[in-house]
């Protein structure tokens, strides 16, 4: 009798696949069931099925990645899939992946089943007489080994083997042919992102594994190597370089064609890093260490290079600060909706990170700095404005880009939608008034001003002031006047340890007692009860 899995996540479908057909009449034992890739996967390493039949589309991990990562782990079932009408594309992708047939839920029927399970019985008999003449050893096809052996290197490659022995046997088993007394570990990194954005998660899979495979098959025209997928975007070699041959301008060779390759075939751009020689399969974790040096680089460098971890030195990190001299200036701008000084500043940002040798981190924390005091200087208008993008997809844009000019285009990018905002409501008289009016206020935080004051610097009546003023701000000026000098207060008493009446004078407050009492209406507490942090 074969075994047979049933997995999909419509119980009705399940329950039809049992009852449309006497599995037993037709040499099947019904072994079990699933509603997921996830749970599908252990019930396929468990029960070691002969025949899985499994939908495409299910939560948790869908049928594709099962099947791949059934393959990887030893599985030998013959796979049918399931599949609707607007499903032929991830039918092909399954065919792919080596199942064997298909069948349109819509069509299940005895007949159609039967008619299946007739065109593989060949294969299934043929399988079970290579088990049995291999005293029940399970063989593996050619992607199944692929998988086993990318599994292997990773394993290596993150230090988790260590016993040379037990290395040397398991890459045996595999059939590894590298010569481990020349073994070189190519760390590729690449922009594939770009090329995932409008991809589903099973084409963003499958297109990552056709870059694997392609990386590897122009590797392999230089030398004996395996490749594996890493992280997004990333690839590892592992190279067994003849020392016969320039092996270093062979390396550079086929990092140049692997670079070229990339770019002709999905518009991807890439950089590698080559470690140094290795001897032995367990010293690869420390040649991977040694690629990784195209990390160091990649940031200031960009795309479309190759460097040797024998001829390159640790890139030495910057960090710079914008001093609080540019804080008040990108908020003078903002209210003021200055264009002109606006773009000052981002092109002395730019200038900065140009010239600088920055850490990624670093750069994005300085632009991110900037676009966020932006945000709170621009106020609600721009809060109902509508960009292109909204802070945090541009803020996800830089944490993800890969070099230098990524993170400045997209912070350009984000200035432009400053820009726009800044010419749409640049005539609004009303608002400009307002703005005006809260920086003469903060630019004169230290002085005894009111209504009067304000109104006489920007030369219009008190009256007309009040009004308009108070339809952006509900407490009215006197209010926000308030708020900026208490605000003000809580930095000098922390910072400064001035006395509470020193405070108050330097505000412009001639009581201190009353100084004390607005203090504690806009902060909760006393001024004294500030300092002592109750």
Known sequence: M?????????????????????????????????EDGREGLQLILQKEPDLVITDIVMPEMDGLE???????????????????????ELVKKAMQLGARDYILKLKISKGVLKEVLDNITGEMEELSRKRKSTGEKRGHTVWEMEGLRSTFFENLL????????????????????????????????SDIYRQLNNRNGTEKKLYALTIRGLIQDICREFFDCYCVQWEDGKYLVIVSADEKKETNANLKLMGEAVIDMLGQYGNIRASIGISKKAVGFVNLDKAYNQAKVVLEYLFSEGYGKIFFYDYTHAVKKKEITFDSL?????????????????????????RELRKNCLARENACFQCSKFMYM??????????????????DDYMYQ??????VDEIIQVFKNYCGDVELFMDEFHEDDTERLVREARRFIKEHVYESIGLKEVAEALHISAGYLSGTFSKYEPGGLANYINQIKIAEAQKLLKKERL?????????GYENSGYFAKIFKKYTGCTPKEYIEGK
């Open 499 to 507: 006395k509470v009446y020193e405070v108050s004078f330097r505000l």
């Open 374 to 391: 932006t945000e709170e200087g621009l106020g609600p208008s721009w809060r109902s404005f509508s960009p292109r993008h909204s802070l």
């Open 66 to 88: 099962m099947i791949q990562k059934a393959k990887e782990q030893g599985s030998r079932a013959v796979f049918i899939v399931l599949s609707s009408f607007d499903e032929f």
């Open 158 to 189: 993150s230090g988790q083997y260590r016993e040379e022995t037990a290395i040397k046997e398991q890459a045996e088993s595999l059939d590894i042919v590298l010569d481990e007394s020349q073994l070189r570990v190519l760390y590729v990194v």
């Open 2 to 34: 074969y075994k047979v899995v049933f997995i999909d996540d419509e119980a009705l479908v399940k329950i039809g696949l049992q009852s449309i057909l006497d599995w037993n009449e037709e040499g099947f034992d019904v072994v079990g069931e699933a």
């Open 398 to 403: 830089m944490y993800h880009a890969g070099t």
């Open 326 to 350: 540019d804080e008040k200036k990108v908020e003078v701008v903002c209210e003021s909706l200055d264009w002109p000084g606006f773009a000052s500043l981002r092109d002395k940002i730019i």
